[in-house]
């Protein structure tokens, strides 16, 4: 009986020490949450104007570049850039991520731009990706704002040389704390959505020096911080999935504690009772 009264206080002892590493987690990530929100709404916002510009810009344009706006003849394939973590303990988000990816990626035809280290272990080890997997410089999860802006003039580039119809973007969309999924955006070619306010109808912007010149400037801006956006929100994705998973955590450890618990008191008060009946039983015979 004290064989599995110290075996049930081994595991209570085990499930509190794990646990003081879910909390101490926990509070990590809620830490990490706080700071990637105010990163996202911070690029979400710059992304909105640069997109708006660029907008206008398309509108106003008598002869707007087509080189971002439509793929190039004899271009085949897509680009994908997946964004995944690099650590894990975050419950589904990178197999969901990842699933998703695979519905979309044709190994045959298109390629693929791994970010985070559990895209690149997911597809490295995979022979039908190993062909597929191209490599751009080293972009990666927290990049700043001016390594996003190396990396648009590299897609840019490769843009240029007419080798994909499109370069899209597979990420996690954040919906809010609770919730988060897998989503694609289309980077390049641009679509601009064009709504302009009631006023610009007889008022139009004067745009210095042209038009043309302005778009063409703001093209690598506006990639920049479309990709920077998504990078954030896939961060603060992350984070809100990681932090759920230690929640919860802690509330497994809590019921197995109560669990545990409760088979120790009863193991012992059975320990007990049995040692009183053996100094009875033990009086009795005397």
Request: aromatic share 10%.
């Amino acid at each position: 009986m004290s064989l599995g009264l110290n075996k049930t206080k081994r595991r209570i002892a085990s499930v509190k020490s794990t646990q003081k590493i879910t909390k101490a987690m926990g509070m990590i990530a809620s830490v990490k949450l706080k700071r990637c929100k105010d990163r996202f709404d911070a690029s979400e916002l710059y992304r909105d104007r640069v997109r708006e510009l660029i907008s206008k810009c398309f509108y106003y344009a008598k002869n707007p570049s087509k080189r971002f706006t439509q793929a190039k003849e004899g271009a085949k394939g897509t680009l994908f850039i997946v964004i995944t973590s690099n650590l894990g303990l975050c419950a589904g988000y990178n197999s969901n991520l990842l699933k998703y990816a695979r519905t979309l990626i044709d190994p045959n035809n298109d390629d693929l731009l791994l970010v985070g280290e559990k895209g690149k272990h997911h597809f490295g080890r995979d022979e039908a990706f190993q062909e597929s997997i191209v490599n751009l410089g080293d972009i990666g999860l927290g990049a700043s704002y001016r390594e996003c802006f190396k990396f648009a003039f590299e897609l840019m580039r490769i843009w240029e040389k007419a080798r994909y119809e499109k370069i899209e973007l597979i990420y996690t969309h954040y919906v809010n704390s609770l919730r988060f999924e897998p989503a694609s955006a289309r980077l390049l070619p641009i679509s601009p959505e064009v709504e302009l306010p009631d006023y610009e109808a007889y008022c139009p912007p004067i745009i210095e020096p042209k038009v043309e010149q302005v778009l063409n400037r703001l093209l690598p801006y506006y990639l920049a911080g479309s990709f920077y956006n998504y990078l954030s929100e896939s961060e603060l994705s992350e984070q809100s999935a990681r932090r759920m998973a230690m929640d919860n955590a802690n509330d497994n450890a809590d019921e197995l504690l109560d669990k545990l618990t409760i088979e120790y008191n009863k193991a012992r008060q059975t320990a007990i009772t049995q040692e009183i009946v053996e100094v009875v039983s033990g009086s009795s015979n005397a």
